[in-house]
C-alpha cells in the first residue's frame, strides 16, 4: 500500500510572529470542538475524493496556527473522525506542534492521552532577548521546561530553532546549537530565518531596520549546522531537517517522497490520487469562510488536476532537498519525465550533484544551493521511448 | 484663398515645460477650433508618448480664424514644433514656414538653453518674435527679472511682453491680437509657379502618407499633378486640406497658406523634409534654399531577447518607418545576440523615443546595444571608412588615424553649479569656448567629442546640476582623435555587443567603469565569472563576480510545493529576460545600464 498522510490545520494563534507567513489567525474566543467538527466533515470529503479505494493512514500532523491551542477533546475528536474515515496502521506516527507556553505544557497529557505519539516544539532560540524579538511568548526556562515534559510524555520529541537571526554571529549560534544537542532529542528542524513576502520582518527588512547575516556568513552557519549535528549523532536527513538515523520524520517525509496526503483545515494543501488522476486540494484561507464553507457544504476544498509533467516538477523539487538518493530508475517509471540530462552533467562536473546506478542527490556544496539546481533540472525532458 | 494681408503664419518657441502645448490649446479653444468636449490636454501631440513626455515629435499645423479688436477677420496659422535638439532640421523647416513666432518663457524658470538655441534660429530665420511671459498665476513668478533676463541674454526687446497663463487662460486674446498686430503678413506671388515648402509627413491609416505644406508662391489644386524637386518623383495630388484641427478638405491653397495634400504617396520616406513641390509643367527653377538630407547621427544595435522575435521586430520597425523615415534600420548580427538590427537616430532622445514605442506599441523585449556615433577611419591604404558600429573596426595596423565627430554644446547653469559642469566638461575632454554671464547664470559653450556625449552626458549634466543646467548641441565637424576599441569579456569570453569605441587615455576609466557595473548587474552563478575590459590582447581592468555561496529554501513542506513550483515557472520567465553567452545569463538592461558611468 502507498504510503498517505493525514495533515490537519489549526489556524488559530495567541499572537502572529513577525517573520511567520503561515496561515495563522488571532482570535479572542472560538469553540474548539465547532472547530473540531469542521475539520471531520472535511475529512470524510477528501476520503470521498478517493473513492472507496483507500490507502491506510501512516502519518497524521497537527500544524498551525498553534495546535497547542487545542483541547485535547478537540484533538481526540479529530483524530477518532480520521479513524472512522481510514485505516490507520498500527504504527502510524501521530505528530501536534505545541508551543512551550506553560498553559499548553499542561495540555501535554492529554494529547498523550488522546494518541498522540510525537510532539514538536517551537521553541526558536535559547535566549528571552532573541525570544522577544521573534515575538514569542515563551521565556528560554519554559522553552526547557516543555522540552523536558515532553520527553517523559511521549515517545518522540522534536522541537524547532530559528537560526542565522539579525545580529546573530556565528560563535553565538553554534553554542545555541550544542545546548540544543545536549537535551538528547532524537530530531531537531533548524531552519534558517528567512524574509517572508507581506509579514512584519518584510516591511521591516525593506526599510533596512532588520539586519540578517550576509550570504557567506550565512552559508558558513548551515555548514557548521550540519556538521556540527553530524557529529552529534543527528545528521541532516533534509535542508533543514536532523534526526538520529531511524528517527526522520515519517510526516514530512511524505511530502518529500511527494506520496499522497490530505489535507484539512483552513488554507491546508493536499495532494491525493482520485482514480488515474492527481489532485491538488486547498482549502479556504480565512477561518470563519472555511468554517461556513464546511458547515454548509461539507468542504471547502478547491481542486486542480496535476498535469503529469507539474507533478513531475514537484516530485522533483521536493526529492532533491533530502540526503538519501532520488532514484532516477524509479523516478522515470512513475512519471514518464526524467531532469535534464545536459543539466545534471554540468552540475557533477561543478561538484555540485552526484550521480550513482543512476542515483542523484546533491552534494554537501549543492546543497547550499539547491534552488539554482533545481532550476536548472527542472527543465524536465520526456523519457526516450 | 485668403488675402495675404490677413494670413498669420506663426510658431511657438519654447524649453519643455513651459507650456507651449498649453498655449496652443488654448489659442484652439478660444478661437473655437474645437468644442470644449473635443478639447483633451496637448490637442496637438497625437502620440500617447508625446503626451506623456510633453514633447513633440511630429510638427502640427492648426488653421484659426480670429476675428480682431479691429473688427477684421485673419486667418492664422499655428505651427506646433518638435521641440528637442534631435529635431533641430525639422523645427528649422517648421521656422522657414513662418513669419514669426511666439517665445514662450516660464516667468518663474527664465531662459534656457534649448529656449535659446530655437529662438536664435527663429531671429536667424528672419522670424519676428513676440515675447510671452507663462505661467504669471505662480507665486514665484518673476515678470520683471524675466524681462530683464530676455534682453541680456537673448537681445530682444522684452518691455512688450504678454504677461498670460496659459493654464488657467489669462489674457489668451492679448496674444491673438499680439499675433494679428505684431507678426508680418506672408509675401507671396500668387500666378507665379508653384513653390510650396514641404514641412513634414506622415502616414494616416485612412489617408495614407499626409504631406503638410506651406505655400509660398503660386497655387496647390485638387488633382494637379506636382514634382517633388529634391526626390525628382511626380505625383498627382488627390485631396487638399487644413486643419482646424479637424481636417478640412478646400479646393486650393493659395500664398502664405498652410495646409496638407495626399497624393498616393506610398511610403513617408518618399518624401523629404524641406523639399520644394512645384507644379510638374512649367515648374519652378529654383527650389527654396535650406534643404538638406536628413543625417543620422547615433547609431545603435536593437536585438530581440528572444531570437524567435526577430520577424516581429522587423514588421515593427518598418511600420514605424512608414511615419518616421528619419531613422534608419539595417540587419545586423552578433555573435552574441544573433539577428538584429543597426539602427541610427537623429540623437538620443530619438532613439529612446523609437526603442520605447517598440516595446509599448509592439510589446518586443530588446536589447540596445552601446549607442555609437560614426567614425571616419582612415586606412592606411588612403580609403575612408565610415564605422557605425564597434564591431566593424577594421584591424588596427590597417588604420592610418580615425576620425570623431565634435559637438559645440551651449550650457545655461547657474552660478553655484558652474563648477561641477566644468568639471563635467573637461572630464569628458571637452575644451571651452567661453563663458560669460547673465545675471546669476553663467553660459558656458564647450566643444565636446560627440561620442563623450551620446550616451548620458545629459543625465549626468541634470546630476550635477541638481537638473539646473539645460544643454543644447549641434554638430560641428570632425577631429582625429586617439580612438581604440575596447572589448568586454565574461567569463573569457568576448561580448560584442558591450564592445565600444573609447579614447586612449578614457579607456581605463571607461573599462574600470564597466567591469564593476557589470560585477553587480549579473547575478551571481554556481561558478565564479571574470569580466574584464581589453584594449587588443591586453587586459586593462578585471572584476569577478564571485560564484553563488548560498541559494535554498530553509522550509518547504506540503502546503508550499503549488507555491514553489510557481516561482519555478516564474524564474524559467525571467530567465527568458536574460540572455545566454556561454554559460552566463546576462539580463537585458546590463547591455545599457553597464555604460553609465556613475561619476568621472
Keep these: 500500500m502507498k504510503p498517505f498522510a493525514v495533515y490537519v490545520h489549526w489556524p488559530f494563534c495567541a499572537r502572529k510572529c513577525p517573520y511567520c507567513d503561515f496561515n495563522s489567525h488571532v482570535r479572542d474566543r472560538y469553540d474548539d470542538m465547532r472547530w473540531a467538527r469542521g475539520i471531520a466533515r472535511e475529512l470524510r470529503a477528501v476520503a470521498e475524493l478517493q473513492g472507496p479505494d483507500r490507502p491506510a493512514v501512516h502519518s497524521i500532523f497537527f500544524g498551525g496556527g498553534t495546535p497547542s491551542l487545542m483541547s485535547g477533546a478537540a484533538?481526540?475528536?479529530?483524530?477518532d473522525a480520521i479513524a472512522e474515515t481510514w485505516t490507520v496502521s498500527d504504527d502510524a506516527e501521530i505528530t501536534l506542534e505545541a508551543n512551550p507556553n506553560s498553559v499548553e505544557r499542561g495540555r501535554f497529557q492529554d494529547y498523550r492521552a488522546a494518541g498522540v505519539n510525537r510532539i514538536s516544539i517551537g521553541v526558536q532560540a535559547l535566549n528571552d532577548q532573541d525570544l522577544r524579538e521573534l515575538g514569542r511568548l515563551h521565556s528560554a526556562e519554559d522553552a526547557k521546561a516543555a522540552i523536558r515534559l515532553a520527553a517523559g510524555i511521549f515517545p518522540r520529541v522534536s522541537f524547532d530553532l530559528i537560526y542565522a537571526r539579525p545580529r546573530q554571529t556565528l560563535?553565538?549560534?553554534?553554542?545555541?546549537?550544542?545546548?540544543?544537542?545536549?537535551?538528547?532529542?532524537?530530531?531537531?528542524?533548524?531552519?534558517?530565518?528567512?524574509?517572508?513576502?507581506?509579514?512584519?520582518?518584510?516591511?521591516?527588512?525593506?526599510?533596512?531596520?532588520?539586519?540578517?547575516?550576509?550570504?557567506?556568513?550565512?552559508?558558513?552557519?548551515?555548514?557548521?549546522t550540519q556538521n556540527v549535528c553530524a557529529r552529534a549523532g543527528l545528521p541532516p536527513y533534509e535542508i533543514s531537517n536532523h534526526a538520529r538515523p531511524g528517527a526522520e520524520s515519517r510526516h514530512n517525509l511524505t511530502y518529500w517522497h511527494y506520496d499522497d496526503y490530505a489535507g484539512v483545515g483552513p488554507g491546508a494543501h493536499g495532494r491525493i490520487t482520485s482514480g488515474e488522476r492527481r489532485l491538488a486540494t486547498q482549502a479556504e484561507r480565512l477561518p470563519e469562510k472555511w468554517l461556513s464553507a464546511v458547515e454548509e457544504t461539507g468542504s471547502s476544498l478547491a481542486q486542480t488536476e496535476i498535469r503529469t509533467e507539474e507533478a513531475a516538477e514537484e516530485h522533483l523539487l521536493m526529492a532533491v532537498r533530502l540526503t538519501e538518493w532520488l532514484d532516477l530508475t524509479a523516478y522515470r517509471t512513475r512519471w514518464g519525465f526524467e531532469p535534464s540530462r545536459q543539466a545534471i552533467r554540468r552540475l557533477e562536473q561543478q561538484g555540485l550533484l552526484t550521480l550513482e546506478n543512476d542515483q542523484l542527490a546533491a552534494t554537501a556544496a549543492g546543497r547550499l544551493v539547491l534552488n539554482s539546481i533545481i532550476r536548472e533540472l527542472a527543465a524536465l525532458e520526456p523519457v526516450a521511448a | 484663398m485668403t488675402d495675404l494681408a490677413h494670413i498669420r503664419n506663426f510658431s511657438i518657441v519654447a524649453h519643455i515645460d513651459h507650456g507651449k502645448s498649453t498655449l496652443a490649446d488654448r489659442l484652439i479653444q478660444f478661437t473655437g477650433g474645437l468644442s470644449q468636449r473635443e478639447m483633451k490636454d496637448q490637442v496637438l501631440d497625437s502620440m500617447d508618448i508625446e503626451r506623456e513626455r510633453g514633447i513633440t515629435i511630429k510638427a502640427q499645423?492648426?488653421?484659426?480664424?480670429?476675428?480682431?479688436?479691429?473688427?477684421?477677420?485673419?486667418?492664422?496659422?499655428?505651427?506646433?514644433?518638435?521641440?528637442?535638439?534631435?529635431?533641430?532640421?525639422?523645427?528649422?523647416?517648421?521656422?522657414?514656414?513662418?513669419?514669426?513666432?511666439?517665445?514662450?518663457?516660464?516667468?518663474?524658470?527664465?531662459?534656457?538653453?534649448?529656449?535659446?538655441?530655437?529662438?536664435?534660429?527663429?531671429?536667424?530665420?528672419?522670424?519676428?518674435?513676440?515675447p510671452i511671459l507663462n505661467k504669471i498665476d505662480l507665486p514665484s513668478a518673476e515678470p520683471d527679472r524675466i524681462k530683464q533676463q530676455i534682453e541680456d541674454v537673448i537681445g530682444l526687446d522684452a518691455s512688450d511682453a504678454v504677461a498670460i497663463s496659459a493654464k488657467t487662460g489669462l489674457n489668451i486674446e492679448a496674444v491673438l491680437e499680439a499675433v494679428v498686430m505684431r507678426l508680418p503678413p506672408p509675401k507671396g506671388v500668387e500666378d507665379a509657379p508653384l513653390k510650396a515648402l514641404l514641412i513634414d509627413s506622415w502616414y494616416d491609416a485612412y489617408l495614407g502618407v499626409v504631406v503638410l505644406v506651406r505655400v509660398v508662391d503660386g497655387e496647390l489644386k485638387k488633382g494637379a499633378k506636382i514634382r517633388m524637386m529634391a526626390a525628382n518623383a511626380v505625383y498627382q495630388v488627390e485631396r487638399v486640406g487644413v486643419f482646424r484641427p479637424k481636417q478640412e478638405m478646400v479646393e486650393r491653397l493659395g500664398p502664405g497658406e498652410v495646409g496638407f495634400l495626399t497624393a498616393a504617396i506610398k511610403l513617408v520616406a518618399d518624401t523629404q523634409i524641406g523639399d520644394t513641390i512645384t507644379d510638374e509643367r512649367k515648374g519652378a527653377t529654383e527650389a527654396l534654399p535650406g534643404f538638406k538630407a536628413l543625417q543620422q547621427v547615433v547609431f545603435c544595435g536593437l536585438f530581440p531577447i528572444d531570437a524567435a522575435e526577430f520577424e516581429q521586430l522587423r514588421e515593427a520597425l518598418g511600420r514605424l518607418h512608414l511615419n518616421d523615415a528619419s531613422f534608419t534600420y539595417e540587419m545586423e548580427t552578433s555573435a552574441a545576440l544573433g539577428f538584429g538590427f543597426r539602427c541610427g537616430f537623429l540623437g538620443l532622445l530619438h532613439l529612446e523615443i523609437i526603442r520605447e514605442r517598440l516595446d509599448r506599441e509592439f510589446n518586443i523585449d530588446l536589447i540596445t546595444t552601446a549607442p555609437s556615433v560614426i567614425y571616419r577611419i582612415h586606412l592606411t591604404d588612403g580609403s575612408v571608412k565610415e564605422l557605425h558600429n564597434p564591431a566593424d573596426m577594421p584591424d588596427p595596423v590597417r588604420i592610418d588615424h580615425i576620425e570623431e565627430p565634435w559637438i559645440k554644446a551651449t550650457i545655461l547653469v547657474p552660478d553655484e553649479h558652474l563648477g561641477s559642469v566644468l568639471k563635467l566638461c573637461e572630464d569628458r575632454r571637452g575644451r571651452q569656448v567661453e563663458l560669460t554671464y547673465a545675471g546669476a547664470r553663467a553660459m558656458v559653450v564647450y566643444h565636446l567629442p560627440l561620442n563623450e556625449v551620446v550616451f548620458d552626458f545629459y543625465d549626468r549634466l541634470k546630476s550635477v546640476s541638481r537638473g539646473y543646467a539645460s544643454f543644447d548641441y549641434h554638430i560641428e565637424g570632425y577631429e582625429e582623435g586617439e580612438l581604440v576599441k575596447m572589448s568586454i569579456l565574461v567569463n573569457n569570453e568576448p561580448v560584442d555587443a558591450l564592445s565600444m569605441i573609447v579614447h586612449r587615455n578614457r579607456a581605463e576609466m571607461r573599462g574600470r567603469g564597466m567591469c564593476e557595473k557589470l560585477k553587480d548587474l549579473i547575478p551571481r552563478h554556481l561558478f565564479q565569472i571574470p569580466v574584464q575590459a581589453a584594449i587588443g590582447g591586453k587586459v586593462i581592468a578585471r572584476e569577478t563576480i564571485k560564484a553563488l555561496r548560498k541559494d535554498v529554501t530553509a522550509k518547504c513542506y506540503g502546503g508550499d510545493i503549488s507555491r514553489k513550483r510557481k516561482l519555478l515557472d516564474k524564474q524559467k520567465e525571467g530567465k527568458k529576460k536574460m540572455r545566454q553567452f556561454g554559460s552566463v545569463d546576462i539580463p537585458q538592461e546590463a547591455f545599457i545600464a553597464a555604460l553609465k558611468m556613475d561619476a568621472d
Aim: glycine share 6%; charged share 20%.
Design chain 1, 171 to 224: 560563535e553565538q549560534w553554534s553554542a545555541e546549537l550544542e545546548e540544543a544537542l545536549s537535551f538528547g532529542t532524537e530530531h531537531l528542524s533548524l531552519y534558517q530565518l528567512t524574509i517572508e513576502p507581506g509579514t512584519a520582518y518584510a516591511t521591516l527588512h525593506r526599510q533596512g531596520r532588520l539586519i540578517l547575516p550576509e550570504e557567506d556568513l550565512a552559508a558558513v552557519m548551515f555548514e557548521t
Design chain 1, 75 to 79: 484533538a481526540a475528536h479529530v483524530l
Design chain 2, 61 to 130: 499645423t492648426v488653421r484659426l480664424n480670429y476675428k480682431a479688436h479691429n473688427g477684421e477677420t485673419y486667418v492664422l496659422n499655428l505651427m506646433d514644433t518638435p521641440g528637442h535638439v534631435d529635431f533641430a532640421y525639422e523645427v528649422s523647416r517648421c521656422l522657414a514656414a513662418c513669419e514669426g513666432a511666439l517665445l514662450v518663457v516660464d516667468a518663474s524658470q527664465g531662459v534656457e538653453a534649448q529656449t535659446l538655441a530655437n529662438v536664435y534660429q527663429a531671429i536667424d530665420a528672419g522670424l519676428e518674435i513676440v
